[in-house]
């Protein structure tokens, strides 16, 4: 009989699958990671499955603790469903722009869901950051993993992703491309890859950052986009700046574009930030020869984002396609 013990046994060990379509034109192999193959449907359970167990070895998350985490996305998914499987009760603390379904996910999940006002600075109490704060302090045996400077996040991709991608490339990966939101992924993936191939005659990988047109990792200033998983205002621990040898800014126009034809040409119903990584894959893919090997991280499904970027009226409201009237980030974003 094959089966796992528990869908924690599912995370990880995603395939990896070649790009056809998109790809015409390059010499290049470019061979995506699909990360929805993850039980909760995303790169995150990764960093959610080996957050909570080191806090469960340094004793900072005790039976019948309850993890605590300001996010509505992949992370509370992934934590929800870790969170449930091992005993433990879950909240979420979530800004009200945030919307229904998403909330409506961690709650199918089993996990509480608090929701916070937009309109109020990230240092107001009253903010997710600042209720999330407070409740890790009022709720008895409250965790907060803190993905954003947790070093269990980088380590778990530096113990998996990294691997993984070596493992199924016999070591001949040549280029790695991967977006970078809390950094987690690119730092850990790209330094277990950087060390592997170090002495390798070839060289050792190359990584290779991408990340949507106005954020700090490419040189912005955190200036908004519509993208969603990737991109800071600020440089979050989990970032090293070491890591990647370059990094390629993505607007949201070409990301979203490719986006869905990774749908319709390729099979692949990704989120946007796998769109944005693949724009910046084949950049670099173009230049590169038959025998270069290109590994492109795809973090998330696109089921999450019908009703944006693969919705015609969408994407036509904000100019990403021709017939709408032009609205800008900043306008929307208020
Ligand atoms: N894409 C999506 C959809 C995400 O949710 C995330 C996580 N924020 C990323 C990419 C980037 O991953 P990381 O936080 O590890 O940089």
């Not at 089966?3 to 990880?12: C, F, M, R, T």
């Not at 690119?186 to 990988?205: C, F, M």
């Not at 600020?234 to 890591?243: A, C, E, I, L, Q």
């Not at 910046?280 to 893919?285: E, K």
């Amino acid at each position: 009989m094959k089966y796992a013990n528990s869908v924690l046994d599912l995370i990880g060990n995603t395939p990896l699958v070649k790009l056809n379509k998109v790809t015409e034109g390059i010499a290049a192999t470019v061979l995506a990671k699909v990360e929805y193959f993850n039980p909760g449907g995303s790169i995150k359970d990764r960093i959610a499955v080996k957050m909570i167990e080191e806090a469960e070895k340094d004793g900072r998350l005790k039976p019948g603790g309850t993890v605590i985490e300001p996010t509505s996305g992949n992370t509370g998914v992934g934590l929800a469903l870790v969170a449930q499987q091992k005993g433990y009760k879950s909240i979420f603390v979530t800004p009200d722009k945030v919307g229904l379904e998403k909330r409506d996910v961690l709650k199918a999940y089993g996990a509480d869901v608090v929701v916070t006002p937009t309109s109020v600075a990230p240092d107001s109490p009253e903010s997710y950051y600042g209720v999330s704060d407070r409740l890790v302090t009022e709720v008895d045996g409250g965790y907060k993993p803190d993905q954003f400077n947790n070093p269990a996040a980088p380590a778990s991709h530096y113990e998996t992703t990294g691997p993984e991608i070596w493992r199924d490339t016999d070591g001949k990966v040549t280029h790695v491309v991967i977006g970078a939101g809390t950094g987690g992924t690119i730092t850990g993936t790209g330094r277990y890859l950087k060390e592997i191939s170090a002495d390798r005659p070839g060289g050792p990988v190359k990584i290779i950052g991408a990340d949507p047109a106005g954020s700090v990792y490419s040189g912005g200033t955190g200036r908004p986009y519509f993208v969603e998983g990737v991109g800071e205002d600020m440089w979050p621990d989990n970032y090293d700046k070491s890591v990647p040898d370059e990094v390629l800014a993505v607007n949201d126009a070409e990301a979203f574009a490719m986006t869905r034809r990774l749908a319709q040409e390729e099979g692949l119903l990704v989120g946007g930030s796998s769109g944005m990584a693949v724009v910046a894959a084949l950049n670099v893919a173009k230049d590169l020869g038959p025998d270069d090997i290109v590994v492109v991280i795809l973090p998330d499904s696109g089921r999450g984002y019908l009703g944006k970027i693969f919705n015609d009226e969408w994407m036509k409201s904000y100019g990403f396609i021709a017939g709408g009237e032009e609205t800008t980030v900043g306008e929307v974003l208020q």
